[in-house]
């Protein structure tokens, strides 16, 4: 598949959603190309790499537009799921296209009693932030994927330090992280 590469210093996991302010004009064009899908990737911004982009991406879908004050144009997305980066190209306006592979994440499965409290922590972030909890109108939080998922968005660790949880098979690992950052205790 082949679609716009917008890279961002963001980490967006399947089922994240986030407000994008868009103004630069080839960003622009890329809302509108969009088109009726609605598609296009979000990659984690890599300034050493020839395009400035990772190796993977988050397939995202607009799902509302709005403006800010400043009559920027604003942007609700959601992460469809990821990608694999595998080709990339430029515009003549600077804009990136790719072609891309779909990679495999994390499945939806039931929280363990063990880490009920990540999701306990989880929903009082959501009762303190309205602002990210209106972005997630039918919260999850008996799933353990979009549980780990939406910690590890909102961490205040750099997107890099997050990358190792986008390979699939790595939620038990995310599960455990978020358990001792939680408790301070390793097992």
């Not at 622009?28 to 190796?55: I, N, W």
């Not at 994390?106 to 009082?124: G, I, N, T």
């Not at 998922?149 to 949880?165: A, D």
Request: net charge negative; aromatic share 12%; glycine share 6%.
């Amino acid at each position: 598949m082949q679609m716009a590469l917008f890279p961002l210093p963001l980490f967006l996991l399947p089922g994240g959603v986030t407000r994008l302010r868009i103004f630069e004009q080839k960003y622009l064009r890329m809302v509108k190309e969009a088109g009726d899908d609605r598609h296009f990737a979000l990659s984690l911004y890599k300034s050493a790499t020839e395009y400035q982009t990772a190796p993977w991406a988050s397939w995202v879908e607009i799902i509302d537009f709005g403006s800010a004050e400043d009559d920027i144009l604003t942007i609700d997305v959601r992460s469809k799921g990821l990608l694999d980066v595998t080709e990339v190209w430029m515009e003549a306006d600077g804009l990136r296209q790719a072609r891309f592979d779909v990679r495999l994440h994390w499945s939806h499965c039931e929280l363990a009693p063990r880490y009920q409290h990540v999701s306990d922590e989880l929903l009082r972030i959501f009762k303190q932030n309205p602002e990210l909890a209106a972005l997630y109108p039918e919260p999850r939080f008996e799933d353990a994927a979009w549980v780990a998922g939406r910690f590890l968005e909102i961490l205040p660790f750099s997107p890099e330090h997050k990358e190792g949880f986008c390979e699939p098979g790595t939620l038990p690992q995310a599960l455990k992280f978020l358990d001792t950052i939680l408790t301070g205790q390793d097992d």
